[in-house]
């Protein structure tokens, strides 16, 4: 940059930090004036000095990476002073377990709905041979709607 844009207007860690806005600042790249939040946060949680040490040791190519990285982190502290990034790493693991769990279910609810709605492959069994002699109209494929079973039940019962 050049630094006629550093004299007219300060970067965001040497504006809070109260100082001068030399040409060769490790902060202006990566904390314009428009975001001074970003610098206070990362200040804040981390210090000035040690951003600026940091910077200086990092390779110019991952500066951007590094202070996103420190802005990310800072900000996640201050909301959850004691897990920071790990607390919103945990809360994104158990929403993924969560959303896995409603996918197999809704999957599973799916794959019922597709079975059931297939045509059958084999026909249906015959009735039994004791509803085949009487011949009420009505198919009966199930034990349970046996005409046959209905008169020994109601027999059976009366006589406990």
């Not at 202070?67 to 993924?96: H, M, T």
Request: net charge negative; aromatic share 12%.
């Amino acid at each position: 940059m050049s630094s006629s844009s550093y004299s007219s207007s300060p970067c965001a860690a040497c504006k809070f930090l109260r100082r001068k806005c030399m040409p060769d600042c490790i902060f202006a790249p990566y904390f314009p004036p428009e975001e001074p939040q970003k610098f206070a946060n990362v200040h804040k949680i981390f210090g000035a000095s040690n951003v600026s040490k940091l910077l200086n040791e990092v390779p110019t190519f991952q500066r951007e990476d590094a202070v996103n990285s420190l802005a990310y982190e800072a900000e996640a502290r201050l909301k959850d002073p004691v897990y920071g990034c790990v607390g919103a790493i945990s809360v994104l693991q158990r929403q993924v377990i969560t959303l896995q769990r409603e996918l197999d279910a809704t999957n599973a609810n799916l794959f019922r709905y597709a079975y059931n709605e297939m045509p059958p492959l084999r026909p249906p069994p015959p009735p039994p041979p004791s509803a085949a002699g009487q011949s009420s109209g009505f198919y009966y494929p199930y034990q349970w709607n046996d005409p046959s079973d209905e008169d020994n039940e109601r027999s059976s019962g009366g006589n406990m």
